[in-house]
C-alpha cells in the first residue's frame, strides 16, 4: 500500500466567487425587460415608450447597485439570486406599465367617479426602497447566526405585525379581507413582512426542540406519532393559522405561515408523520373554515363555479367574473401568447396588475411565457434549497429553507389561484405583481438568501495548528 493512501488533505481554497458571472448575468436581466418595454410600447402606439430611457437607466442602475453592494459585503454570494430577482422585478414593471395604458380601465375610474392613476410609476419607487432594504440587510447582517439571539423576540414582532390590521383606525378592510394598514396615506400589508420574521422564529426555535421532536416519539401504524407534549408548537401555529383566517379572512397568509412551518417541521426532524399530521390540520381546518366563515365560503363557491356568474339567473353569491376571464385569458395566449401589449387581460380589472398579473402573461406571452416565468421563480427556490444543503450551521440551514419554502408557497398560491387550481387566496405573485409591502419584503427575503449563501460559500478557516503536532518527533535509527 503506497503510503500516502491514509494521507488527508485539507484545502482552504473555495468556489470563485462569481462576481463577473453575476455581472454579466444583471446585464441580460436589464436588457431583457427593457426590449420588452420597446416591443409593449411599439404595440400599443406604434412608438418606442417615451420613458424608456428613464426605465432603462432606473433599472440598470438598481442593478448596479444590488451588485456592488453584493461584490463589496457578500463576494461569495450566490450569483444567480440576485439577477433573477432583478429580472422578474423588471417584467413585472413593464406588465403594470402596459396595463396602466388601458383605455377601458381608465374610462372604468372615470364611470366610477374618481381619478385613474397609473400604477407603474409608484411600483418603480417601492423597487427603489427594496433595493435600499437589500443593501441595508447586506451592511447591517454581517452574519446571519446573529438572528439566532433574537429568536422569542422574532416571535413577538410576527405576531404584532400579524394583529396589526386587526387594530381599530389603523386596519383597513380591502374587499372582504383585513390584511392592510393605513400609515402616512400609504397602504401596507404586515403579512408580506411577518413571513421573513416568522420564519427566523421557527428557525432558532427549531434547533432546540429537534431533536426532543424526532426522537420522543412512539411507533403506530408505520408512522412515529410525537408525544403529546411535543404536538403543543404544531398546534398553536395550526390555531393562530385558523384564527387569522377567521378574524382577517386572509387565507394566502394563514396557508403560507402553516405550510411553511411544517416544511421547517420536517426538515429539523426528517419524520414523515409531522407532514402528515400537517396536512390533516390543514385539510381540517379549511374545511371548517370553508363552510363557516361566509368570505372564505364565497371564494371556494367561485372557485368551484368559475362561470356560474354567467348563468341566468344568476347564483346571489356569483358576483365576481375575475377567475373565468382568467380563464379565457390563458386559453386565448394559446402556445406563444399574442404579444406584448396586445391582450385584452385589462378586462379583468382593478387586479390585472396585482392578484392575476400572471394572467397577463399567459394571453400575452403564451404558455411559454407562463413556463418561464414559473421556471424564473423555481430557480430562485432551488437556489434556496441549494443554498440551505451549503450551509455549515444548522440554523442557516433552516432558515434559508424557511425562506424558500415560504417563497415557493407564495407562488404556488397564487399561481394556483389564478389558473383556477386552488380557491384565490389575495396575495401577490413575488416581485411582479403591483404592491409596495410585497416587493420590497421579497427583495428583503433574497437579501438574506444571499447572506445565508455568502457564508455557505466562503472558503473554510485554516485549521488550527495541533500541539500534538509540534511535539511529535521522528526518530529514525
Known sequence: MSSTTNTTTISTVGPPSRRNTELAMLAFAVIIPVFAYANAGLALSDELPSGLLNYGLGLGLMAAVGHIVVRRFAPYADPLLLPLATLLNGLGLVLIWRLDQSKRLAQTAHNQGHEYIASAPKQLMFSAIGIALFVAVLMLLKDHRRL??????SMVGALILLLLPLVPGLGMNVFGARIWISVAGFSIQPGEFAKIVIA???????????????????RFMGLYLPRGRDLGPILV????????????TDLGTSLLFFGMFVVMLYVATERTSWIVFGLLMSAVGAAVVGSVEPHVKLRVNTWLHPFAVYDNPRPSWANTEQIAQAMMAFGSGGTVGTGLGQGNSDL???????DFILATVGEELGLGGTMAILLLYALIVERGVRTALAARDPFGKLLA????AAFAIQVFVVAGGVMGLIPLTGMTMPFMANGGSSVIANWALVAVLIRISDT??????????????????????
Open 148 to 153: 439566532q439571539r433574537y429568536t422569542y423576540i
Open 456 to 477: 455557505a460559500r466562503r472558503p473554510a478557516p485554516a485549521p488550527a495548528p495541533s500541539p500534538d503536532a509540534e511535539m511529535t518527533q521522528v526518530v529514525r535509527p
Open 401 to 404: 429553507c424557511g425562506m424558500s
Open 237 to 248: 401555529v395550526w390555531a393562530m393559522s385558523i384564527l387569522i383566517l377567521v378574524f382577517e
Open 200 to 218: 427566523v422564529f421557527f428557525a432558532g426555535y427549531l434547533m432546540v426542540k429537534r431533536d426532543a421532536l424526532a426522537l420522543a416519539s412512539r
Open 348 to 354: 379583468i380589472g382593478f387586479a390585472a396588475n396585482s
